[in-house]
Protein backbone atom coordinates (compact mmCIF):
# COMPACT_ATOMS: atom_id res chain seq x y z
CA UNK A 1 0.00 0.00 0.00
CA UNK A 2 1.36 3.26 -1.04
CA UNK A 3 0.74 6.70 0.14
CA UNK A 4 -1.52 9.24 -2.54
CA UNK A 5 0.36 12.67 -3.48
CA UNK A 6 -1.40 15.92 -3.32
CA UNK A 7 1.89 17.45 -3.56
CA UNK A 8 5.20 16.90 -3.25
CA UNK A 9 4.54 17.75 0.48
CA UNK A 10 1.29 16.73 1.48
CA UNK A 11 0.12 12.63 1.06
CA UNK A 12 -3.02 11.15 1.56
CA UNK A 13 -3.27 7.86 3.51
CA UNK A 14 -6.45 6.32 3.86
CA UNK A 15 -7.83 2.82 4.94
CA UNK A 16 -11.15 1.07 3.51
CA UNK A 17 -13.17 -0.51 6.69
CA UNK A 18 -15.47 -3.04 5.49
CA UNK A 19 -17.52 -4.31 8.11
CA UNK A 20 -20.54 -5.42 9.62
CA UNK A 21 -20.06 -2.93 12.40
CA UNK A 22 -22.26 0.02 13.03
CA UNK A 23 -20.93 3.59 12.14
CA UNK A 24 -21.24 5.44 15.46
CA UNK A 25 -22.69 2.08 16.80
CA UNK A 26 -26.05 3.37 14.86
CA UNK A 27 -25.57 3.12 10.82
CA UNK A 28 -25.01 0.53 8.22
CA UNK A 29 -21.79 1.06 6.00
CA UNK A 30 -23.12 -2.14 3.73
CA UNK A 31 -20.26 -0.45 1.54
CA UNK A 32 -18.15 0.48 3.83
CA UNK A 33 -16.20 3.53 4.54
CA UNK A 34 -12.80 4.98 4.17
CA UNK A 35 -10.73 6.33 7.11
CA UNK A 36 -8.50 9.55 5.51
CA UNK A 37 -5.03 10.67 7.45
CA UNK A 38 -2.54 12.84 5.88
CA UNK A 39 1.13 13.55 6.26
CA UNK A 40 2.64 16.96 5.43
CA UNK A 41 6.67 17.10 5.43
CA UNK A 42 8.20 20.17 5.37
CA UNK A 43 11.64 20.05 8.12
CA UNK A 44 9.58 18.88 10.57
CA UNK A 45 6.62 16.21 9.62
CA UNK A 46 3.03 16.92 10.89
CA UNK A 47 -0.12 14.16 10.47
CA UNK A 48 -3.27 15.04 10.54
CA UNK A 49 -5.98 13.54 12.09
CA UNK A 50 -5.46 9.65 13.17
CA UNK A 51 -7.86 6.72 13.14
CA UNK A 52 -9.16 3.91 15.67
CA UNK A 53 -7.92 0.50 15.27
CA UNK A 54 -10.67 -0.85 13.10
CA UNK A 55 -10.23 -3.22 10.39
CA UNK A 56 -6.53 -3.11 10.76
CA UNK A 57 -6.67 0.70 9.50
CA UNK A 58 -3.11 1.54 12.11
CA UNK A 59 -1.07 -1.19 9.84
CA UNK A 60 -2.41 0.05 6.80
CA UNK A 61 -1.55 3.58 7.59
CA UNK A 62 1.72 2.50 8.93
CA UNK A 63 2.80 0.76 5.07
CA UNK A 64 1.85 3.90 3.69
CA UNK A 65 3.72 6.19 5.60
CA UNK A 66 6.76 4.20 4.84
CA UNK A 67 6.30 4.36 1.38
CA UNK A 68 7.08 7.89 1.79
CA UNK A 69 9.90 7.43 4.66
CA UNK A 70 8.17 8.20 7.64
CA UNK A 71 7.83 5.99 10.64
CA UNK A 72 5.24 6.79 13.50
CA UNK A 73 8.64 7.90 15.72
CA UNK A 74 9.56 10.57 12.89
CA UNK A 75 6.18 12.36 13.22
CA UNK A 76 7.03 15.88 15.15
CA UNK A 77 3.29 16.65 15.66
CA UNK A 78 -0.13 15.38 15.60
CA UNK A 79 -2.78 17.15 14.69
CA UNK A 80 -6.52 16.25 15.57
CA UNK A 81 -9.29 18.33 14.39
CA UNK A 82 -11.65 16.18 15.83
CA UNK A 83 -12.01 14.31 18.49
CA UNK A 84 -13.88 11.68 17.29
CA UNK A 85 -12.73 8.21 18.32
CA UNK A 86 -13.15 6.69 14.42
CA UNK A 87 -10.29 9.20 14.20
CA UNK A 88 -8.38 8.90 17.65
CA UNK A 89 -9.58 5.33 19.01
CA UNK A 90 -5.78 4.37 18.35
CA UNK A 91 -4.41 7.42 19.82
CA UNK A 92 -2.86 6.15 23.03
CA UNK A 93 -1.13 3.13 21.12
CA UNK A 94 -0.02 5.96 19.01
CA UNK A 95 1.46 8.03 21.96
CA UNK A 96 3.50 4.79 23.26
CA UNK A 97 5.08 4.51 19.82
CA UNK A 98 6.26 8.14 19.74
CA UNK A 99 6.15 9.75 23.53
CA UNK A 100 7.92 13.21 21.73
CA UNK A 101 5.03 14.25 18.82
CA UNK A 102 2.93 17.60 20.18
CA UNK A 103 -0.68 16.97 20.35
CA UNK A 104 -2.50 20.00 18.73
CA UNK A 105 -6.09 20.36 18.99
CA UNK A 106 -8.59 23.04 20.12
CA UNK A 107 -8.85 23.76 23.42
CA UNK A 108 -12.28 22.02 23.85
CA UNK A 109 -10.45 19.31 21.67
CA UNK A 110 -7.74 18.56 24.17
CA UNK A 111 -9.78 18.68 27.40
CA UNK A 112 -11.35 15.39 25.20
CA UNK A 113 -7.96 13.93 24.47
CA UNK A 114 -7.22 14.40 28.53
CA UNK A 115 -10.70 12.61 29.27
CA UNK A 116 -11.09 10.10 26.38
CA UNK A 117 -7.23 8.85 26.66
CA UNK A 118 -6.00 10.33 29.93
CA UNK A 119 -2.84 12.14 28.34
CA UNK A 120 -1.61 14.99 29.84
CA UNK A 121 1.70 16.22 28.70
CA UNK A 122 2.58 17.30 25.46
CA UNK A 123 -0.38 19.11 24.38
CA UNK A 124 -0.98 22.55 22.50
CA UNK A 125 -4.14 23.87 22.11
CA UNK A 126 -4.34 26.25 19.07
CA UNK A 127 -7.47 28.53 17.69
CA UNK A 128 -8.94 30.49 14.63
CA UNK A 129 -5.82 32.21 13.38
CA UNK A 130 -3.13 30.18 14.58
CA UNK A 131 -0.21 28.80 12.48
CA UNK A 132 2.45 25.78 12.80
CA UNK A 133 5.70 26.44 10.72
CA UNK A 134 7.11 22.84 9.45
CA UNK A 135 9.74 24.37 7.24
CA UNK A 136 10.68 24.07 3.68
CA UNK A 137 7.28 26.54 2.94
CA UNK A 138 5.39 24.34 4.71
CA UNK A 139 3.14 26.54 7.52
CA UNK A 140 -0.49 25.14 8.43
CA UNK A 141 -3.19 27.51 9.53
CA UNK A 142 -5.75 26.29 12.01
CA UNK A 143 -9.54 27.34 11.73
CA UNK A 144 -12.37 26.52 14.14
CA UNK A 145 -15.39 25.07 12.52
CA UNK A 146 -17.56 24.29 16.03
CA UNK A 147 -20.14 21.80 15.37
CA UNK A 148 -19.51 20.51 12.59
CA UNK A 149 -20.32 18.11 13.87
CA UNK A 150 -18.90 17.81 17.63
CA UNK A 151 -18.09 21.39 19.17
CA UNK A 152 -14.40 21.39 19.62
CA UNK A 153 -14.10 20.90 15.76
CA UNK A 154 -11.51 22.61 13.42
CA UNK A 155 -10.32 22.88 9.82
CA UNK A 156 -6.42 22.94 9.15
CA UNK A 157 -4.76 24.35 5.60
CA UNK A 158 -2.15 23.77 4.15
CA UNK A 159 -1.21 27.22 1.75
CA UNK A 160 0.93 26.24 -1.35
CA UNK A 161 -1.23 22.60 -2.43
CA UNK A 162 -4.21 24.55 -1.41
CA UNK A 163 -5.28 21.80 0.64
CA UNK A 164 -8.02 22.07 3.33
CA UNK A 165 -8.06 19.14 5.59
CA UNK A 166 -11.72 19.10 6.82
CA UNK A 167 -12.51 16.01 9.01
CA UNK A 168 -15.89 15.09 8.81
CA UNK A 169 -17.00 18.16 7.12
CA UNK A 170 -17.80 17.04 3.75
CA UNK A 171 -17.22 13.36 4.26
CA UNK A 172 -19.01 10.33 2.79
CA UNK A 173 -19.67 6.79 3.29
CA UNK A 174 -18.55 4.15 0.93
CA UNK A 175 -15.18 2.31 0.35
CA UNK A 176 -12.50 3.57 -2.23
CA UNK A 177 -10.07 0.78 -2.87
CA UNK A 178 -6.63 2.10 -4.68
CA UNK A 179 -8.12 5.08 -5.69
CA UNK A 180 -8.88 8.62 -3.54
CA UNK A 181 -9.25 11.54 -5.68
CA UNK A 182 -12.20 12.67 -7.32
CA UNK A 183 -10.67 12.56 -10.78
CA UNK A 184 -10.47 9.29 -10.48
CA UNK A 185 -14.04 7.89 -10.77
CA UNK A 186 -16.39 7.41 -13.14
CA UNK A 187 -19.64 9.35 -13.63
CA UNK A 188 -21.48 6.20 -12.39
CA UNK A 189 -19.53 5.82 -9.43
CA UNK A 190 -19.88 9.86 -8.54
CA UNK A 191 -23.47 8.48 -8.92
CA UNK A 192 -23.39 6.19 -5.75
CA UNK A 193 -20.34 8.58 -3.63
CA UNK A 194 -23.14 10.98 -3.83
CA UNK A 195 -25.70 8.78 -2.48
CA UNK A 196 -23.24 8.04 0.48
CA UNK A 197 -22.59 11.95 1.05
CA UNK A 198 -26.29 12.08 1.21
CA UNK A 199 -26.82 9.14 3.65
CA UNK A 200 -23.59 10.14 5.92
CA UNK A 201 -24.49 14.03 5.72
CA UNK A 202 -28.46 12.86 6.48
CA UNK A 203 -27.11 10.75 9.20
CA UNK A 204 -24.42 12.08 11.00
CA UNK A 205 -24.66 16.28 10.42
CA UNK A 206 -28.18 16.94 8.96
CA UNK A 207 -28.96 18.38 13.02
CA UNK A 208 -26.18 20.48 12.55
CA UNK A 209 -27.19 22.25 9.17
CA UNK A 210 -26.65 25.52 10.68
CA UNK A 211 -23.48 25.07 11.60
CA UNK A 212 -22.25 23.97 8.56
CA UNK A 213 -23.46 26.81 6.59
CA UNK A 214 -21.08 29.09 9.23
CA UNK A 215 -18.20 26.82 8.91
CA UNK A 216 -18.58 27.65 4.51
CA UNK A 217 -19.04 31.21 5.59
CA UNK A 218 -15.57 31.02 7.43
CA UNK A 219 -13.34 29.63 5.15
CA UNK A 220 -14.48 31.27 2.19
CA UNK A 221 -11.13 33.58 2.53
CA UNK A 222 -8.77 30.85 2.08
CA UNK A 223 -7.95 29.42 -1.45
CA UNK A 224 -8.89 26.17 -1.70
CA UNK A 225 -7.55 23.71 -4.41
CA UNK A 226 -7.91 20.57 -2.82
CA UNK A 227 -10.97 19.28 -0.26
CA UNK A 228 -9.60 16.90 2.25
CA UNK A 229 -12.01 15.11 4.39
CA UNK A 230 -11.54 12.25 6.67
CA UNK A 231 -14.30 9.86 4.90
CA UNK A 232 -14.65 9.48 1.22
CA UNK A 233 -13.01 11.06 -2.11
CA UNK A 234 -10.39 13.68 -1.73
CA UNK A 235 -11.93 16.24 -4.27
CA UNK A 236 -8.58 18.07 -6.18
CA UNK A 237 -10.39 18.34 -9.56
CA UNK A 238 -13.64 19.87 -8.85
CA UNK A 239 -13.15 21.00 -4.79
CA UNK A 240 -16.16 23.32 -4.84
CA UNK A 241 -18.61 20.57 -5.77
CA UNK A 242 -18.47 18.83 -2.68
CA UNK A 243 -18.75 22.06 -0.90
CA UNK A 244 -21.71 23.49 -2.63
CA UNK A 245 -23.66 19.96 -2.01
CA UNK A 246 -22.52 20.38 1.69
CA UNK A 247 -24.50 23.71 1.21
CA UNK A 248 -27.41 21.71 -0.80
CA UNK A 249 -27.75 19.49 1.85
CA UNK A 250 -27.73 22.20 4.70
CA UNK A 251 -30.62 23.53 2.81
CA UNK A 252 -32.74 21.15 3.59
CA UNK A 253 -32.94 21.96 7.05
CA UNK A 254 -35.93 24.91 6.38
CA UNK A 255 -35.95 24.34 2.23
CA UNK A 256 -36.35 24.31 -0.20
CA UNK A 257 -36.31 20.53 -1.11
CA UNK A 258 -36.59 18.43 -3.42
CA UNK A 259 -40.15 18.00 -4.73
CA UNK A 260 -40.32 14.59 -3.68
CA UNK A 261 -41.70 11.67 -1.50
CA UNK A 262 -40.39 9.58 0.56
CA UNK A 263 -42.67 6.82 2.15
CA UNK A 264 -41.67 5.10 4.95
CA UNK A 265 -43.86 2.04 6.17
CA UNK A 266 -44.56 -0.94 8.36
CA UNK A 267 -47.11 -3.69 7.57
CA UNK A 268 -48.08 -6.67 9.92
CA UNK A 269 -50.30 -8.66 8.17
CA UNK A 270 -50.67 -6.67 4.52
CA UNK A 271 -53.43 -4.67 5.15
CA UNK A 272 -51.34 -1.05 5.23
CA UNK A 273 -49.24 -1.83 2.62
CA UNK A 274 -52.06 -3.32 0.51
CA UNK A 275 -53.98 0.78 1.41
CA UNK A 276 -50.43 2.03 0.71
CA UNK A 277 -50.67 0.97 -2.77
CA UNK A 278 -53.05 2.98 -3.25
CA UNK A 279 -51.38 6.08 -2.17
CA UNK A 280 -48.89 5.05 -4.07
CA UNK A 281 -51.26 4.98 -7.34
CA UNK A 282 -52.49 8.45 -6.35
CA UNK A 283 -48.96 10.24 -6.22
CA UNK A 284 -48.56 8.47 -9.67
CA UNK A 285 -51.10 9.81 -11.42
CA UNK A 286 -49.68 13.34 -10.33
CA UNK A 287 -46.18 12.34 -11.74
CA UNK A 288 -44.01 13.42 -8.23
CA UNK A 289 -41.17 11.14 -7.91
CA UNK A 290 -41.09 8.92 -4.74
CA UNK A 291 -38.89 6.57 -2.95
CA UNK A 292 -40.32 3.68 -0.63
CA UNK A 293 -38.79 2.40 2.39
CA UNK A 294 -40.31 -0.56 4.75
CA UNK A 295 -39.28 -0.62 8.48
CA UNK A 296 -37.62 -2.88 10.59
CA UNK A 297 -36.60 -4.44 7.24
CA UNK A 298 -35.02 -1.68 5.89
CA UNK A 299 -32.50 0.39 8.30
CA UNK A 300 -33.85 3.64 9.10
CA UNK A 301 -30.67 5.21 7.88
CA UNK A 302 -31.79 4.40 4.32
CA UNK A 303 -35.12 6.27 4.94
CA UNK A 304 -33.87 9.12 6.53
CA UNK A 305 -31.65 10.35 3.83
CA UNK A 306 -34.50 10.60 1.20
CA UNK A 307 -36.81 12.00 3.96
CA UNK A 308 -33.71 14.60 4.56
CA UNK A 309 -34.23 15.42 0.59
CA UNK A 310 -37.84 15.42 0.79
CA UNK A 311 -40.61 17.79 0.87
CA UNK A 312 -43.10 15.48 1.22
CA UNK A 313 -43.46 12.35 3.69
CA UNK A 314 -45.73 9.41 3.62
CA UNK A 315 -45.64 7.60 7.24
CA UNK A 316 -48.02 4.04 6.54
CA UNK A 317 -48.08 1.97 9.65
CA UNK A 318 -51.09 -0.25 11.90
CA UNK A 319 -51.83 0.66 15.48
CA UNK A 320 -49.67 -1.84 16.99
CA UNK A 321 -51.40 -2.62 20.71
CA UNK A 322 -53.12 0.76 21.40
CA UNK A 323 -50.01 2.81 19.80
CA UNK A 324 -48.20 2.95 16.87
CA UNK A 325 -46.23 0.25 15.18
CA UNK A 326 -43.01 0.29 17.04
CA UNK A 327 -40.38 0.19 14.54
CA UNK A 328 -42.04 3.69 12.99
CA UNK A 329 -41.87 5.13 16.48
CA UNK A 330 -37.83 4.65 16.35
CA UNK A 331 -37.95 6.17 13.16
CA UNK A 332 -39.93 9.44 13.93
CA UNK A 333 -37.61 9.61 17.05
CA UNK A 334 -34.79 9.66 14.58
CA UNK A 335 -36.54 12.21 12.16
CA UNK A 336 -36.88 14.91 15.04
CA UNK A 337 -33.34 14.15 16.61
CA UNK A 338 -31.94 14.23 12.86
CA UNK A 339 -34.10 17.83 12.74
CA UNK A 340 -36.62 16.71 9.68
CA UNK A 341 -38.58 19.24 10.29
CA UNK A 342 -41.48 21.15 7.61
CA UNK A 343 -42.54 18.35 5.49
CA UNK A 344 -45.85 18.12 4.46
CA UNK A 345 -46.81 14.88 5.70
CA UNK A 346 -49.70 12.04 4.86
CA UNK A 347 -50.32 9.64 7.64
CA UNK A 348 -52.38 6.17 6.95
CA UNK A 349 -52.78 2.71 8.35
CA UNK A 350 -54.47 -0.44 9.53
CA UNK A 351 -55.99 -0.99 12.86
CA UNK A 352 -57.84 -4.06 14.69
CA UNK A 353 -59.83 -4.39 17.01
CA UNK A 354 -58.93 -0.64 17.98
CA UNK A 355 -57.09 2.04 17.02
CA UNK A 356 -55.04 4.71 19.00
CA UNK A 357 -51.95 5.19 16.65
CA UNK A 358 -53.28 8.67 16.10
CA UNK A 359 -52.23 10.01 19.65
CA UNK A 360 -48.85 8.37 19.59
CA UNK A 361 -48.26 9.92 16.49
CA UNK A 362 -49.58 13.41 16.62
CA UNK A 363 -46.96 13.36 19.90
CA UNK A 364 -44.01 12.49 18.25
CA UNK A 365 -44.54 14.74 15.09
CA UNK A 366 -45.04 17.89 17.06
CA UNK A 367 -41.60 19.22 17.23
CA UNK A 368 -41.06 18.62 13.67
CA UNK A 369 -43.63 21.02 12.54
CA UNK A 370 -45.01 18.79 9.73
CA UNK A 371 -47.86 20.33 7.42
CA UNK A 372 -50.42 16.85 8.31
CA UNK A 373 -53.42 16.47 5.94
CA UNK A 374 -56.20 14.81 7.23
CA UNK A 375 -55.19 10.99 7.63
CA UNK A 376 -56.42 7.66 6.60
CA UNK A 377 -57.46 5.19 8.96
CA UNK A 378 -59.80 1.93 8.87
CA UNK A 379 -60.23 -1.09 10.34
CA UNK A 380 -58.94 -4.55 9.11
CA UNK A 381 -58.66 -5.02 5.19
CA UNK A 382 -59.27 -1.58 3.37
CA UNK A 383 -62.48 -1.54 1.36
CA UNK A 384 -62.97 0.06 -2.35
CA UNK A 385 -64.17 2.93 -0.58
CA UNK A 386 -61.49 3.69 1.60
CA UNK A 387 -58.92 2.43 -1.47
CA UNK A 388 -60.51 5.19 -3.77
CA UNK A 389 -60.11 7.67 -0.47
CA UNK A 390 -56.67 6.90 -0.01
CA UNK A 391 -55.79 7.29 -3.90
CA UNK A 392 -56.97 10.67 -3.31
CA UNK A 393 -54.90 11.27 -0.39
CA UNK A 394 -51.72 10.20 -2.39
CA UNK A 395 -52.92 12.63 -5.20
CA UNK A 396 -53.79 15.55 -2.90
CA UNK A 397 -50.51 15.39 -0.98
CA UNK A 398 -48.80 14.88 -4.60
CA UNK A 399 -50.51 18.27 -5.87
CA UNK A 400 -49.56 19.92 -2.41
CA UNK A 401 -45.94 19.25 -3.47
CA UNK A 402 -46.25 20.59 -6.52
CA UNK A 403 -47.82 23.45 -5.61
CA UNK A 404 -50.85 23.12 -7.65
CA UNK A 405 -53.69 22.16 -5.18
CA UNK A 406 -56.38 25.04 -5.34
Not at 44 to 52: G, M, P, S
Not at 314 to 338: G, H, N, Q, S
Not at 345 to 360: Q, T
Request: charged fraction near 25%.
Amino acid sequence: MKAHAISDHVHVLHADIETDDLFEGIWPIPHGVSLNCYVVKGEKTALVDLVRDWSEAPTRLEEELASVGVKWGDIDYLILNHMEPDHTGWLAEFRALNPKAEILATAKGLELVKSFYKIEEGLRAVKSGDTLDLGAGMVLSFHEIPNVHWPETMATFEPVSGTLFACDAFGGFGRLGDRVFDDQFSAEEHAFYEKESLRYYANIVSSFSLFVKRAVQKLEGLDIKVVAPSHGIVWRKEPMKIVDRYLRYAAYLDGPREKEICVVYGSMYGNTEKGLRAVLDGIGDEGVPYCVHRVPNEDVSFALADAWKSEGIVVAMPTYEYKMFPPMAWALDIFERKHVWGRKALRIGSWGWVGGAKKEYDELVAPLKWDCIEPVEWAGSPGPETLENLREAGRFLAREIKGTNA
